[in-house]
């Protein structure tokens, strides 16, 4: 058993104990508070004038697809051959060895929510997994799939639009995405009408009708299966959107085909944000540390979170990056500086990316019971002098930061 003692715990969802303590066995946290047990044979770690709270969280990003330094052998994020891909896995690009992980862990980023880029219309399949470095990436996993990436605006229409095929416009990039969800539920109902022809079979097969002809099974499709999964909720369709407008065309068809959806980026979500509170949807906001690299992006303003959360929007806090995964503190900070208040920044680098990823029940917050993915910081999370002192996930030091010159 692990103690973790003395330390201003933020539970992040139960309060703040100071001084607090975190019991820590088996992978999992066993209680939270001030006044515990302490174990006679537990491991102390004395926190005494440092912050404790759950492991941070980056609901968005590209981590182990585009390991950097490494060219093009390794850049796995955007198969830009077809704008249609939802049969494509995060898993299967995914580098376990990018070197970024060591550095994700070591700043107390412990979870993050990684997959394909946003050239095509659907890009894929995410996935969500732990940052402790492994040789094997199913060593990794909290969760896959994790979600399917669909993008708006411009990258797909200039993806393809400088190739002359579709989509190239806005109109395209709709029409495209509405076309390939229509095309899912065709082939869902295929197969529901096999399936009860298939049952009706077997049951006139028990009653002895030697006569009865199976049905024929229907041709599998992986893209339509993919998409398929999203439609019954299996997966949230996750739409990379920066400009209102294409905001408001990912909202109209998610509520055409019943879609659960998170919308990634809403550079502009300030507009419309008293539209995005009253229907709901989570946003995954950011990346803050960024330029206006391309048009859509004219309109940015980092106060965008602060006035998202402020008109009652699910928050999370995204960095859209690789090795830059470990400064999602700092874009937290900005958003603080700009009106986000602390505790809502604290919330969107934890609980809101596990709820909104889905791994609340296992990660985001200092509860009993949830993996013991803990940080110790040597000051206040948002302050950019602060360091990890230590990092457990899932119970296991994998980051205890020196306290002697070497």
């Given at each position: 058993?692990?103690?973790?003692?003395?330390?201003?715990?933020?539970?992040?969802?139960?309060?703040?104990?100071?001084?607090?303590?975190?019991?820590?066995?088996?992978?999992?946290?066993?209680?939270?508070?001030?006044?515990?047990?302490?174990?006679?044979?537990?491991?102390?770690?004395?926190?005494?004038?440092?912050?404790?709270?759950?492991?941070?969280?980056?609901?968005?990003?590209?981590?182990?697809?585009?390991?950097?330094?490494?060219?093009?052998?390794?850049?796995?994020?955007?198969?830009?051959?077809?704008?249609?891909?939802?049969?494509?896995?995060?898993?299967?690009?995914?580098?376990?060895?990018?070197?970024?992980?060591?550095?994700?862990?070591?700043?107390?980023?412990t979870t993050v929510l990684t997959g394909p880029g946003s050239g095509n219309l659907i890009g894929g399949q995410w996935v969500c997994v732990k940052t402790a470095p492994r040789s094997n990436v199913q060593d990794m996993l909290l969760l896959e799939p994790a979600g399917m990436k669909m993008a708006l605006g411009e990258n797909p229409k200039r993806v393809y639009g400088t190739q002359k095929k579709a989509p190239s416009t806005r109109m395209g990039n709709a029409a495209a995405l509405r076309a390939a969800l229509v095309d899912a539920q065709n082939y869902l109902e295929k197969w529901r009408r096999y399936e009860e022809s298939?049952?009706?079979?077997?049951?006139?097969?028990?009653?002895?009708?030697?006569?009865?002809?199976?049905?024929?099974?229907?041709?599998?499709?992986?893209?339509?299966?993919?998409?398929?999964?999203?439609?019954?909720?299996?997966?949230?369709?996750?739409?990379?959107?920066?400009?209102?407008?294409?905001?408001?065309?990912?909202?109209?068809?998610?509520?055409?085909?019943?879609?659960?959806?998170?919308?990634?980026?809403?550079?502009?979500?300030?507009?419309?944000?008293?539209?995005?509170?009253?229907?709901?949807?989570?946003?995954?906001?950011?990346?803050?540390?960024?330029?206006?690299?391309?048009?859509?992006?004219?309109?940015?303003?980092?106060?965008?979170?602060?006035?998202?959360?402020?008109?009652?929007?699910?928050?999370?806090?995204?960095?859209?990056?690789?090795?830059?995964?470990?400064?999602?503190?700092?874009?937290?900070?900005?958003?603080?500086?700009?009106?986000?208040?602390?505790?809502?920044?604290?919330?969107?680098?934890?609980?809101?990316?596990?709820?909104?990823?889905?791994?609340?029940?296992?990660?985001?917050?200092?509860?009993?019971?949830?993996?013991?993915?803990?940080?110790?910081?040597?000051?206040?999370?948002?302050?950019?002098?602060?360091?990890?002192?230590?990092?457990?996930?899932?119970?296991?030091?994998?980051?205890?930061?020196?306290?002697?010159?070497?």
């Amino acid at each position: 058993m692990i103690a973790i003692i003395n330390g201003r715990v933020l539970t992040i969802t139960q309060g703040t104990f100071d001084p607090g303590m975190v019991l820590v066995e088996g992978g999992r946290i066993v209680a939270v508070g001030e006044d515990l047990v302490l174990p006679e044979d537990a491991e102390i770690y004395d926190a005494n004038g440092k912050v404790v709270m759950p492991g941070l969280i980056d609901a968005h990003c590209h981590v182990g697809l585009w390991p950097e330094g490494l060219g093009w052998e390794h850049s796995d994020g955007n198969e830009m051959t077809d704008p249609i891909t939802p049969h494509l896995r995060a898993l299967d690009a995914l580098h376990p060895e990018d070197p970024a992980w060591k550095e994700l862990a070591e700043a107390g980023v412990t979870t993050v929510l990684t997959g394909p880029g946003s050239g095509n219309l659907i890009g894929g399949q995410w996935v969500c997994v732990k940052t402790a470095p492994r040789s094997n990436v199913q060593d990794m996993l909290l969760l896959e799939p994790a979600g399917m990436k669909m993008a708006l605006g411009e990258n797909p229409k200039r993806v393809y639009g400088t190739q002359k095929k579709a989509p190239s416009t806005r109109m395209g990039n709709a029409a495209a995405l509405r076309a390939a969800l229509v095309d899912a539920q065709n082939y869902l109902e295929k197969w529901r009408r096999y399936e009860e022809s298939q049952a009706r079979y077997l049951a006139k097969r028990e009653a002895g009708e030697d006569d009865a002809e199976p049905p024929q099974q229907p041709e599998r499709d992986l893209k339509l299966e993919a998409l398929g999964k999203v439609l019954r909720h299996e997966m949230k369709a996750r739409v990379h959107a920066h400009r209102a407008d294409d905001m408001l065309t990912a909202i109209r068809i998610a509520e055409e085909f019943n879609l659960d959806l998170t919308l990634e980026h809403a550079t502009e979500g300030y507009k419309i944000a008293g539209l995005l509170a009253d229907k709901g949807i989570p946003v995954t906001a950011g990346p803050i540390l960024f330029s206006r690299a391309k048009a859509e992006l004219k309109e940015m303003t980092p106060r965008n979170p602060a006035l998202m959360a402020q008109a009652g929007v699910k928050l999370a806090i995204q960095t859209d990056e690789m090795s830059a995964v470990k400064y999602l503190t700092i874009n937290a900070a900005l958003a603080v500086r700009e009106g986000l208040p602390e505790d809502e920044a604290l919330k969107a680098i934890t609980i809101h990316p596990a709820e909104i990823i889905g791994v609340e029940d296992r990660i985001g917050s200092l509860e009993a019971g949830k993996d013991a993915d803990v940080v110790v910081f040597s000051g206040h999370p948002l302050d950019y002098r602060t360091v990890a002192d230590l990092v457990l996930i899932d119970g296991q030091v994998v980051y205890q930061r020196a306290t002697e010159p070497a």
